[in-house]
């Protein structure tokens, strides 16, 4: 069973993660290449918190699985995006 304050603690930098690359998205989406650099590491941010979920997801019980899933699939969706939107 995973730790309830490692949980808190891995969903609250994943959603830290996910606030600063939606604003990387969206300030790329109106200066297009002059944030290069933080959105890379926006990218970076979210792939690393990606694979915290998915170290936390195969030791929780099933309550603790359904929040990290869900983060999970919030981070997934706007790595996505940034992946196929051009900046």
Do not use: C, W
Not at 21 to 34: R, V
Request: hydrophobic letters at 35%; proline letters at 2%.
């Amino acid at each position: 069973m995973g730790d309830r304050s490692s949980i808190d603690k891995t969903i609250e930098m994943a959603q830290e993660a996910l606030g600063y690359a939606q604003e990387q998205f969206d300030l790329g989406q109106q200066q297009e290449h002059y944030n290069d650099i933080e959105y890379s590491q926006a990218q970076q941010l979210l792939e690393t918190a990606l694979m915290e979920l998915e170290k936390l997801e195969r030791l929780a019980v099933p309550e603790q699985k359904e929040e990290l899933y869900r983060t999970r699939i919030q981070l997934q969706q706007l790595q996505s995006k940034m992946i196929i939107t051009p900046h």
